[in-house]
């Protein structure tokens, strides 16, 4: 592995795609220590642990952490992968869709449409789980700091922008880096998890609380 790492590093045009590409990523990490305004991180953050394997959990993990820190990127990429899946449905269900995606032109109206519905999905999503989230309290206190509608605007709009953020990241990686941007960004979010997981292992081990 680590021989076919140098023969692509030693490739001009390959290695210019590979910096490229984790330059993206940089931006990527970099992105996901931006907090979202008028929610209390370190309240969501024992909320989402203490529901153990739960969505919510789930969703975390997909983002790399950045739900649970309730950063602008708090929704990741997922929103874009449920539209591809929503829209591969749906051009076998609609006859005028399948024509469309066998067209040169047309595979990119679909791509297009994919991505506009990925934003409509984070849209309603962010504020759906803000209002899930409007009830629940740790310790008395709230996670929301601020439960009005300009809050729910803002927390929406803020995790909305940053899902088509790094939607159009991902396509430059495809266009310009090693390619598949969606699933880069989404296997980096995941493998920055691990050295976190691995520690909260060990701290558990220690303390005799896994076994």
Request: charged share 15%.
């Amino acid at each position: 592995m680590i021989q076919t790492i140098r023969k692509a590093w030693g490739i001009p045009e390959l290695r210019k795609k590979i910096v490229f590409t984790l330059l993206i990523l940089l931006i990527f990490r970099v992105g996901n220590a931006i907090p979202t305004p008028y929610i209390n991180t370190e309240l969501l953050g024992a909320y989402i642990d203490s529901t153990g394997g739960s969505l919510l959990s789930l969703y975390n993990v997909m983002s790399g952490g950045a739900f649970a820190q309730a950063t602008v990127f708090a929704l990741g990429v997922q929103p874009y992968i449920n539209s591809s899946i929503i829209i591969q449905l749906l051009t076998i269900a609609i006859p005028s869709l399948e024509r469309l995606s066998k067209e040169e032109d047309g595979r990119e109206k679909i791509e297009r449409i994919t991505r506009y519905v990925g934003i409509g999905l984070a849209l309603v999503q962010s504020i759906g789980i803000v209002a899930s989230l409007q009830s629940v309290s740790v310790d008395g206190q709230t996670l929301l700091t601020n439960p009005t509608f300009f809050t729910y605007a803002t927390i929406g709009i803020i995790c909305t922008a940053g899902t088509a953020f790094l939607v159009w990241l991902g396509e430059r990686i495809t266009e310009k880096g090693i390619g598949n941007g969606i699933s880069m960004i989404l296997f980096a979010g995941i493998v920055s998890r691990i050295p976190q997981l691995v520690s909260n292992m060990v701290t558990s081990l220690s303390n005799g609380t896994l076994k």
